[in-house]
């Protein structure tokens, strides 16, 4: 009996932890593409701003 209960707990832990390390790697995730879409708009932001600056000194 004494042992099926223990079986049974360390099933239990095992499944948490392999929640947790799913939800780190989710949490990973989101970080990175949130990361990648802030890289992404400043790429942009600074194409814009140099374009916009060479237009201006090709026309001046």
């Known amino acids: ?3 099926v ?3 049974a707990q360390e099933r ?3 499944a948490l932890q392999l929640h947790t390390r ?4 989710v949490h ?3 970080l990175s593409l949130v990361w990648l879409s802030i890289a992404e708009g400043f790429l942009r932001w600074r194409v814009v701003v140099v374009g916009a600056s060479e237009d201006r000194t090709a026309s001046g």
Do not use: D, E, I, T
């Not at 799913?22 to 790697?25: A, D, I, L």
């Open 1 to 3: 009996m004494c042992r």
């Open 5 to 7: 209960v223990l079986h």
């Open 12 to 14: 239990q832990k095992q």
């Open 22 to 25: 799913r939800r780190m790697q």
């Open 28 to 30: 990973n995730l989101a």
